[in-house]
């Protein structure tokens, strides 16, 4: 059962990103009971590349790429809460 939910709205940030996921990574809660929500607001740079080499790297936890075409951080939260399983839903900038 999922209990937390982290959603990370990112726009045209790729490194950012990826150091933001690196950190995530490394918490000690039980992987079974949270998940990571990346949306993407519709970036031009790499980051669906980044974001997904991240997801392989760690497949044994529950990070999830997402796309939302309309520009701005409320469609982008709006996205993520569309998307999450947890009881708790928790927002993180992407740097």
């Known amino acids: 059962m999922i209990r ?5 709205p990112t726009y045209n ?3 950012q990103i990826v150091k933001t996921l690196e950190s995530v990574v490394k918490q000690r809660f039980d992987a079974s009971k949270w998940e990571c929500i990346i949306v993407d607001n519709n970036s031009k740079d790499d980051t ?3 974001v997904e080499e991240i997801i392989s790297k760690y497949d044994k936890l529950n990070l999830r790429y997402v796309f939302e075409t309309k520009q701005g ?3 982008a939260r709006n996205c993520g809460i569309a998307h999450s399983r947890g009881d708790i839903i928790a927002f993180v900038d992407d740097d």
Request: hydrophobic share 35%.
């Open 13 to 15: 940030r790729s490194e």
């Open 4 to 8: 937390l939910s982290l959603v990370i």
């Open 48 to 50: 669906r590349k980044r």
């Open 73 to 75: 951080l409320s469609h």
